[in-house]
């Protein structure tokens, strides 16, 4: 129980530093450069842009409900938060073991993708020297160790600088393309309903989503912001807002480049290059590198910023005495919660020494764990949905329909038919059947393990499990 000498964290972060982590977080020049060709691949046709832009849709629906229960929950734990204010304790824990899983294992997964990119940057420009990836994830892991353990300003400032330089440098390759006019000439095809409804349209969207990994950790960082009843909403439809436009118009910019008749193609020939050829070609081989090098400090970036969600999960839970009490403790100069930081550093070593030692691709173990939780990720967001309509039929609110009904019910459909096309292809984003098994079940079972903790707690921890109650407007949640 805290005292009044206790410290407490440190309210420091505006809306301007959390859209910084927030759109760090899902790693823009990783997602324009290495997964938009992809989804050319993947869909069949060249209609970046509309996936894109459809998704920043579908969540500015899913941030309606999502940001107006912020202001009737005051706590830190998003997802586990707001499922448990609407669906009751019990399957609020299972929500939070199923978030707290997800956000690891797309921790690993881009730690493992950040050490492949890292030694294929140095053999790049030093080919005499070979690194091998897990050295340089590794190396990539104790600085996010370090800067995770730290207040959470100093990752802000780091996650600020190559979030501005990924974005102008992104910038420059948009502005060169449009003003060339492109290789075949600009023009709105990759609009056309007859281009983004053929091939495999709902591979595009999933694709999409995965792009967009993060955005909700505006809640989680709500017990440092400095005024959480505004700081929250703004930062959360900024930052949906900003990335949806910046992919989309990206995406467009990279279809013109190669030409609406020719993108495809070229896609298919030149995979995670393509974005890089253009740049060679229509700035010089100068952006070439710099996206080489900026590649590696994106998916740093983004490595940095889920390692703080995961951090801020782990501290929620311990609060509420579901983890060890000594992860909810705040340190005493650094005015954070760096005892749940430096628990997920552990659990992040001791994962990549388990897929190092076993002999996993790093290319392996991204797709295993990036997938798996995006698809945790995509079923928490749904449930988020649901929860907040079940939380605001039973709580005088004042709010319109339109944010506690219309907009989280279409939220709620339309996550639920990406969940359904992520599974229907998750053998194939896995690799095989065997892992898809293997992978997608530790989701149902994260959940299972959560609820079964809640049961735990009820019968042996009475009183433990009934302060998991979360005051909401003057009154406990069910």
């Not at 992919?247 to 990279?254: D, Q, T």
């Amino acid at each position: 129980m805290e005292t009044q000498s206790s410290p407490q964290i440190k309210r420091t972060l505006g809306v301007f530093s959390i859209v910084l982590m927030v759109v760090a977080a899902t790693a823009p020049l990783t997602v324009v450069a290495g997964t938009q060709p992809l989804v050319m691949t993947y869909t069949e046709n060249n209609s970046i842009p509309v996936y894109y832009l459809a998704t920043g849709a579908i969540l500015l629906l899913f941030s309606v409900g999502f940001t107006k229960m912020s202001g009737h929950v005051p706590n830190a734990g998003a997802f586990y938060s707001y499922i448990q204010a609407g669906l009751g304790k019990t399957m609020g824990l299972g929500a939070a073991t199923m978030a707290l899983l997800s956000y690891v294992l797309i921790c690993i997964a881009v730690l493992a993708y950040l050490g492949y990119a890292t030694a294929n940057t140095i053999a790049l420009f030093a080919p005499a020297i070979e690194v091998p990836w897990w050295v340089c994830a590794i190396a990539w892991w104790a600085a996010i160790a370090f800067l995770g353990y730290r207040n959470i300003d100093l990752s802000s400032k780091v996650l600020g600088v190559f979030l501005v330089l990924e974005v102008l440098s992104v910038t420059i390759l948009d502005v060169a393309i449009i003003g060339t006019g492109g290789n075949e000439g600009l023009s709105l095809a990759p609009f056309s309903p007859s281009n983004f409804l053929s091939g495999v349209p709902g591979l595009g969207l999933m694709w999409a989503f995965f792009g967009f990994i993060g955005f909700e950790a505006t809640a989680v960082f709500r017990n440092e912001a400095k005024d959480p009843e505004k700081t929250i909403p703004r930062a959360t439809y900024i930052a949906v807002a900003f990335i949806a436009l910046f992919y989309g118009f990206s995406g467009w910019c990279l279809v013109m480049g190669a030409g609406a008749d020719s993108a495809l193609a070229f896609a298919q020939e030149t995979q995670d290059a393509y974005a890089l050829e253009l740049a060679a070609l229509y700035v010089g081989q100068w952006l070439y590198d710099v996206f080489q090098c900026l590649l590696v400090t994106s998916l740093f970036a983004c490595a940095l910023a889920l390692h703080n969600v995961a951090s801020r999960y782990t501290f929620t839970l311990s609060r509420v005495k579901v983890l060890p009490a000594r992860l909810g403790e705040v340190h005493k100069t650094h005015f954070a919660p760096s005892n749940a930081s430096m628990s997920i550093s552990i659990v992040s070593f001791a994962l990549l020494a388990i897929v190092t030692i076993v002999g996993l691709d790093p290319l392996t173990v991204y797709a295993w764990f990036a997938n798996t939780a995006t698809l945790g990720l995509l079923i928490l967001q749904m449930l988020t949905s649901v929860s907040v309509v079940v939380f605001f039929r039973r709580v005088v609110h004042g709010a319109s329909i339109w944010r506690t009904l219309v907009a989280p019910v279409a939220a709620a459909a339309c996550l639920a038919f990406v969940a359904s096309v992520v599974l229907s292809n998750f053998a194939d984003l896995t690799g095989d059947m065997t892992s898809a098994l293997v992978m997608g079940s530790l989701i149902p079972l994260s959940y299972l393990a959560g609820m079964a903790i809640a049961g735990r707690m009820k019968k042996n921890h009475p009183s433990d499990f009934s302060n998991l109650a979360i005051l909401v407007s003057g009154q406990s949640a069910a």
